[in-house]
């Protein structure tokens, strides 16, 4: 199985501040990866997909770059609706792990 | 409104089973495969197997292969996930997700907590 793992584990950031997440995949996974978005007591939201492509409806604030076993999500610009929970998830092959989660906090 | 429905909680005992429920609405539910996944509280989502509408064609995480089972009923756009001989470590909020690009996750269920205890 291909494991998957994100840092931080948290970070404290402000509103306006531009924040970068990381995701290492185990073993390569070209751009089949996915980012989240969770907020406590709701399903996940997606926000990235093929590393790089923006979810309809997503902000641009938003971006997803990397490919192979590194990746980052930024966001640009901070806003107070953005503090939550983040995942990558690999999506190269079964079972798509998931990363552990970024939680952002004010 | 595009949607997937979820079946309400449940609560179960030591080595019984626990079915979900997940209706699409909104979109032709033949198009798209569903994943399940569940997400313990406080863990990340654990991605559990996926099923193919269409045939019935289904594929499951290793650690789950044993005791789970996902179906389906194409008159009424459900899709089932049973888990059998359940213990504690199955308490979760189980999902149901659509397959989308890449193999992302672009539709998700409500969520369906369950509760294994005796």
């Known amino acids: 199985d291909i494991q998957m793992t994100q840092s931080p584990s948290s970070v404290s950031a402000s509103v306006g501040d531009r924040v970068t997440i990381t995701c290492r995949a185990s073993?390569?996974?070209?751009?089949?990866l996915a980012w989240y978005q969770q907020k406590p007591g709701k399903a996940p939201k997606l926000l990235i997909f093929?590393?790089?492509s923006l979810q309809s409806g997503v902000p641009s604030r938003f971006s997803g770059t990397g490919s192979g076993t590194d990746f980052t999500l930024t966001i640009s610009s901070l806003q107070s609706e953005d503090f939550a929970t983040y995942y990558c998830?690999?999506?190269?092959?079964?079972?798509?792990?998931f990363g552990q989660g970024t939680r952002l906090e004010i | 409104q595009v949607q997937l429905m979820q079946s309400g909680a449940e609560v179960k005992k030591p080595g019984a089973s626990v079915r979900v429920s997940c209706k699409a609405l909104?979109?032709?539910?033949?198009?798209?495969?569903i994943y399940w996944l569940r997400q313990a509280a406080g863990q990340g989502p654990e991605w559990m197997g996926w099923?193919?509408?269409?045939?019935?064609?289904?594929g499951y995480a290793l650690q789950f292969q044993n005791r789970v089972r996902m179906t389906r009923n194409i008159s009424t756009s459900t899709a089932y996930m049973e888990l059998g001989s359940l213990r504690s470590e199955d308490a979760a909020v189980y999902y149901c997700?659509?397959?989308?690009?890449?193999?992302?996750?672009?539709?998700w269920g409500q969520g369906t907590l369950v509760t294994v205890s005796s």
């Open positions: 997700a659509r397959r989308a690009r890449y193999n992302s996750c672009d539709l």
């Open positions: 909104g979109y032709t539910f033949n198009d798209y495969d």
């Open positions: 099923m193919n509408p269409n045939s019935g064609n289904t």
């Open positions: 073993q390569p996974i070209s751009n089949w």
């Open positions: 093929a590393a790089s």
């Open positions: 998830q690999q999506a190269n092959s079964f079972p798509h792990r």
